[in-house]
């Protein structure tokens, strides 16, 4: 009888918990995505981001099998998702296995005419190759894919449209891509968020802002900075309030109004350490230890500087080196140790070319391009194959007919995609060539901007302290702007891309000319000044003249003639 009663027990425990587990997921099982969207997402934080592996795989077990046992096809692809999202949680490194889960995912989703399951797995999949993987490109790819979903489908019933769109927003303003960052965030203000999504539309401001910040309208970014410290709910105001400041903050240290900057950046410093955002930390104090530099602070600039480099330690991202390093050099050099003055300003070069190579925005170009091709091709296999059926279910009878006109369509049509494809490969290099020379140029301005700052700072330094041109201290400081051989070798690489042939002109017009008048001639056709000059050959302005007065002599020129006449035909 015991026996009997226990195993009794035991069913009606089993029972007990499995109407349990049922009733829990009520308000999940065969609703719209839009009506269980908090319940997922409640779910996703207990289950999935709590920490507790096994306790999240035994939740979506139970959860898969509700979803089977009610006939909810849709809850069945959802839990699929999510356990993918577990898996990548669980076993990081298996990026090759997630991404496979996720492309059948995509396939299942397809089928099933799923559209919200569809777009957050491929949304899914951007993110790992972008965060694990850092195939920028392949993201891009997955990111331009479900653009055109997202235009297709309502808010009401895919509550994560806004979030999206400021995600691909943010994505483009990664890549400088200012403009394309400005469209798709204005875009995601336009689709209305619900409760949980409220912090959608700051962000989507604040993408807009430094956008604006990037291409120098600060007005305009101040504009929406402003507004987000208008659009900010209870449990975000602190955290929003301090990335409204910092941003406020920035524009004012770029108007140079320094006072107003200080303490918009200390505001957002201590709400940055408050969520542990060091990385927002780091940026905010390297401005304010650039700010105490130029108001003569030293000391207040090295406890900035200090402690922008334990945040960014704390952090891991290295991006916001590159500045800190030239305050570094800065605040260095008005110490007068040009040693580590020098070091500083080689690192800070060092970072700055070590993220333009890490992240190129020709990638991004490339996955556009590759991404608009593939759906052309598309669209047009898609209307020629609804063509030809139409075709055949009207014709019936003039079958012979309708095969002379396929094969007449076939050639044409091998040698429409033939002849677009030679011009889509022209087009290629030329923008190819384009591009070159725009970053060819580019650099070639940076190259000469940066001797043209360097050698304002010398100046600088030496009329705030006092030093004339024979001290010892300015000649260590104008050895920063002499170039190397090396250097030399790659401005010539950067000018020859520039002014194609020049040098090899100048050598046939003016055949014995010195090496040092060659360099001469380069320099005068970039407009640099005899002082520039000087800083960059490491010799003095006298000598410069000298120079110049050979190469006048051996030209025959008389003393009205204008050398720069000249240089500009050759």
């Not at 009506?35 to 920490?51: M, P, Q, V």
């Not at 959860?63 to 849709?74: E, P, R, S, Y």
């Not at 006298?542 to 006449?565: G, T």
Request: glycine share 4%; hydrophobic share 40%; with cysteine.
């Amino acid at each position: 009888m015991k026996r009997i009663f226990r195993r009794c027990f035991i069913a009606l425990c089993f029972i007990i918990s499995a109407f349990s587990a049922e009733a829990q997921f009520d308000n999940i099982v065969n609703k719209t995505p839009a009506e269980r969207y908090t319940a997922l997402r409640k779910f996703i934080d207990l289950s999935i981001s709590n920490g507790n592996r096994a306790d999240g795989y035994k939740s979506l077990e139970t959860l898969k099998q509700v979803a089977i046992k009610h006939n909810d096809q849709d809850l069945v692809l959802e839990t699929e998702l999510m356990l993918i999202m577990l898996n990548r949680e669980a076993h990081k490194d298996d990026h090759k296995q997630h991404i496979m889960d996720l492309h059948a995912l995509i396939t299942k989703s397809q089928k099933a005419g799923n559209k919200q399951i569809h777009i957050r797995a491929r949304r899914f999949l951007a993110h790992l190759y972008w965060y694990d993987t850092q195939n920028y490109e392949r993201a891009f790819e997955e990111y331009l894919t479900i653009h055109p979903m997202l235009k297709k489908i309502s808010e009401k019933d895919f509550p994560e449209k806004a979030y999206f769109l400021t995600q691909i927003g943010e994505a483009y303003y990664f890549f400088a891509d200012y403009r394309n960052a400005i469209n798709f965030s204005r875009e995601a203000l336009t689709v209305e968020v619900i409760k949980e999504q409220r912090g959608v539309h700051n962000l989507a401001m604040n993408t807009i802002g430094l956008s604006y910040m990037k291409t120098g309208l600060l007005d305009s970014a101040d504009s929406y900075f402003k507004k987000i410290l208008q659009h900010v709910g209870i449990d975000d105001y602190n955290v929003w309030k301090g990335i409204a400041q910092g941003a406020l903050g920035q524009t004012a240290y770029l108007r140079g109004k320094y006072d107003q900057a200080i303490p918009l950046l200390q505001a957002n410093v201590n709400q940055a350490l408050i969520i542990s955002d060091y990385d927002q930390a780091a940026r905010s104090l390297t401005l304010l230890s650039d700010i105490y530099f130029r108001q003569g602070k030293i000391s207040e600039a090295e406890k900035a500087m200090l402690q922008a480099r334990g945040c960014i330690a704390h952090s891991g991202m290295k991006k916001p080196l590159e500045q800190l390093f030239q305050v570094y050099g800065k605040v260095y050099a008005a110490k007068g140790n040009f040693a580590l003055t020098n070091v500083y300003l080689d690192s800070a070069t060092h970072m700055r070319n070590l993220f333009e190579k890490d992240f190129n925005s020709m990638q991004m170009l490339r996955a556009s391009e590759k991404a608009q091709l593939q759906a052309h091709r598309a669209d047009m296999e898609h209307i020629a194959a609804e063509k030809q059926i139409k075709t055949l279910e009207r014709n019936i009878l003039l079958t012979l007919v309708l095969l002379l006109l396929m094969v007449a369509l076939y050639f044409y049509k091998t040698y429409y995609y033939k002849t677009r494809e030679k011009q889509r490969i022209v087009n290629d290099q030329l923008k190819k060539a384009e591009q070159e020379l725009t970053f060819a140029t580019i650099q070639l301005e940076e190259f000469t901007k940066s001797i043209s700052e360097k050698n304002l700072l010398v100046e600088k330094l030496s009329a705030r302290y006092g030093m004339n041109e024979s001290e010892e201290t300015v000649l260590e400081l104008q050895k920063i702007t002499i170039l190397t051989d090396e250097q030399w070798e790659y401005f010539r690489s950067l000018f020859e891309q520039i002014h194609t042939g020049y040098l090899s002109r100048l050598k046939t017009k003016l055949p014995g000319l010195t090496p040092a008048e060659v360099r001469f001639m380069a320099l005068a056709k970039l407009n640099l000044t005899y002082k520039e000059m000087a800083s960059t050959l490491g010799i003095s302005v006298q000598s410069v003249r000298v120079i110049r007065h050979r190469i006048r002599k051996k030209l025959n020129l008389p003393e009205e003639a204008d050398l720069k006449d000249v240089v500009s035909t050759i």
